[in-house]
């Protein structure tokens, strides 16, 4: 399986963007890309995926560099509550939606 | 509200034990997954299941068995095979819609052997 590249832990001020990057150089061309989160003492929850194209939700965005070797998930305003552990994933289409879950970026948010 | 419950929240377990850890989602999900994570490190698959009645072996599976017999339920027994039990342990469901499917995890239960 491709293998994600993460910054051990990130820091942040309360109400400022964040973009936490994401490195895949062995991305294939049917790998998604999909972010996840953890709050302390709890099962992650999923945030935003893509393929090719940039992606928004109601959570984040997600900027996907054109030749998909790196990715970026965009916290337009960080809050208290998005302090967590921030996965980037890749996998397979038809790969039975199994997830390799790496250690993540430790996102710290500070008033 | 749909979701997913796993049952105890805290599990203490004398060392030889089998113990078996609750997982039950009223999601309609056919897809279902147990994780491991240990302190400071990601979660590790264990086992996973795309259908009643079938399931795979993950990365990590040995010391662990499971059963699905209904869709609701997938419990995972710990075995006293399994060298270092002691870890939080997490289920997820998913819909086997491809070409993806976004995972929902439990509240997790925290195992430990003593």
């Known amino acids: 399986d491709a293998k994600t590249t993460q910054p051990n832990s990130m820091e942040s001020n309360e109400e400022e963007p964040v973009h936490l990057p994401c490195n895949h150089s062995?991305?294939?061309?049917?790998?998604?890309i999909h972010w996840y989160r953890q709050l302390p003492s709890q099962g992650p929850e999923y945030v935003i995926h893509?393929?090719?194209s940039n992606v928004n939700n109601r959570m984040a965005s997600l900027a996907i560099a054109e030749d998909r070797k790196s990715s970026t998930l965009i916290l337009h305003r960080a809050t208290l509550r998005d302090a967590a552990v921030y996965y980037c994933i890749l996998s397979r289409a038809g790969g039975g939606n199994k997830l390799t879950f790496g250690t993540g970026t430790q996102l710290k948010v500070e008033l | 509200d749909g979701g997913i419950t796993q049952s105890p929240k805290y599990l203490f377990r004398k060392e030889g034990q089998n113990v078996t850890l609750s997982c039950e989602q009223n999601?309609?999900?056919?897809?279902m997954y147990w994780y491991r994570q240990d302190p400071g490190q990601g979660l590790r698959l264990i086992y996973y299941?795309?259908?009643?009645?079938?399931?795979q072996k993950g990365d990590i599976a040995e010391g662990y068995s499971v059963s699905r017999e209904k869709k609701e339920s997938f419990p995972l027994t710990v075995t006293s095979a399994q060298k270092n039990p002691t870890a939080f342990y997490l289920c997820?469901?998913?819909?086997?819609?491809?070409?993806?499917?976004?995972?929902?995890f439990g509240p997790g239960t925290r195992l430990t052997v003593l």
């Open positions: 299941s795309q259908i009643v009645n079938d399931f």
């Open positions: 062995t991305i294939s061309g049917t790998d998604y």
């Open positions: 999601l309609n999900h056919d897809a």
């Open positions: 997820a469901s998913s819909r086997k819609r491809p070409p993806y499917n976004e995972q929902f």
């Open positions: 893509g393929l090719t």
